[in-house]
């Protein structure tokens, strides 16, 4: 009573606009008191400056009110802080929406501390004190603020549960162990605890090995790229410089022909046009010639024309030069021929080596010394082989769990399964308990009409008939269906056919970092029927959907 009186002063005599005691009280008009500056400055601070209002019940003053120091409060306030009144908690330290709240404290609850799981209440940093300090509470155990303490009590017998089912994988109470949990695999639930504690540390030194071992393989890759960059830069630098060279030989072959072409269209030219003067001296000669003789043509006088004959008649035997003959218009169109002829043959060499070129660019394969292939044997998927188990806080109550964990059978009556949010409320399906990352091989034994084997994500919806919950209809889950005819694959609500032998196992192969998920049908040899190849973003859980009829049965089966 004596911490509840305190808590109530702490309250009562703290300003509501600092949230801490009162400093330089006063009381206003309408009764309500605060630190003298902090209403002094709500008032300064007030839009409308001419009337002034109380920060906590709103009442107005069309005039400013006359502030004085309350002496009585202040008095007060120095007696109650010699008994140990201390400063109001800061807003900060008041439980939230989202925080877990002091079971003890009234009013205004402060954030818990701690909680403990003897008491199953959870406590502030004040009303904690007991435990520390009272022997009988000293032995409880505390644990860092929850809100699922009541979690602990059974729904049914409303007792803390201390025990643990093994054969149903959940926590009862010690009157359930006498009723429907008789004969069953039972522990404490701290021995399962440390068991299960164990096993959490081995695989954490699995995870930190496989961490280290990754950290490596990533240097490596690190190490891979830088080669891949230098080896890539340096193939396309020689490759500039090679073809550079092939440019600079083309082009002086170029100019070589070009220098060959002009010189001899030079002399050819020269030797055209020293003919052709040598036929223009000819033509005028001979135009001087017939003018000679149509002028002796032109004399009357008998005598004079035979005399003048005889004289010009070496004319017409003047020497000739003989006839000129033009070759058909080729001229160099031989040489474009023959470099036409080099180009056909250039052309001809890099369509053929090439190929031999692109060859060599995409047969480069940098192969990781991480990577390996798929196993091809039954025996080389063995070595991969993982204990698989149900978890029976996940199967729909229409499914009876049993042979430790491993099977499920579909039932006409409904288990009395205890309420669980991660339970498949509406789909007669069930989750594994284990994680599945790395490299995982499983087998899934079946029998009946129709069952689907699948993987998940551990988000995947558990309430409700919506395909979100169905495995094989939404984008968190992979599933194989199989039943007395056929097989098909489904993901995202999208079906795809398989054919394949039938067989009443089916082999499941994950490799989780490469993406890669397939399923096999498992007899004396080893069927693959489909492949996914994907990116997985979460670890993955099996799963098992059993439709139609009772008796319809999947088993994860012992792998030597």
Known sequence: MEQKGVHLDQETFSCSICLDLLKDPVAIPCGHSYCMN???THWDEEEDKKLHSCPQCRQTFRQKPV??????????LKELKKTGLQAAPADHCYAG???VACDVCTGRKLKAFKSCLVCLVSYCEKHLQPHYDVAQFKKHKLVDPSEKLQENICSHHNEVMKIFCRTDQQCICYLCLMEEHKDHDTVSAEAERTERQRELEVSRLNIQQRIQDREKDVK???????????????AVEDNEKVF????????KRSSDVKQQVRSQQRTEVSRVKELQEKLEQEITELKRNDAELKKLSHTEDHNQFLHNDSSLSHLSESSQLSSTKIRPLQYFEDVTEAV???RDKLQEVLRDKWTNVSLMVTEVDVLLSNSQAEPKTRAGFLKYSRKVTLDSNTANTCLLISDGNRKATLMNQRQSYSRQPDRFSYWQQVLSRESLTGRCYWEVEWRGDNVYVAVAYKIISRTGNSTECVFGLNNKSWALTCDKNSYAFWHNSVQTTISGPLSSRVGVYLDHSAG???FYSVSETMTLLHRVQTTFTQPLYAGLWLLYSSGNTAEFCKLK
Not at 67 to 76: A, C, F, H
Request: aromatic share 0%; net charge negative.
């Open 38 to 40: 902090c209403i002094k």
């Open 67 to 76: 502030l004085l120091k309350s002496s009585m409060l202040t008095d007060l």
């Open 97 to 99: 929406p989202e925080d």
């Open 220 to 234: 490596l890759l690190q190490q891979e790229v830088e080669n891949i960059n230098v080896s890539a830069d340096k």
């Open 244 to 251: 550079t060279q092939l440019i600079r030989l083309m082009e």
């Open 340 to 342: 036409s002829e080099v």
């Open 516 to 518: 890669i998920l397939s």
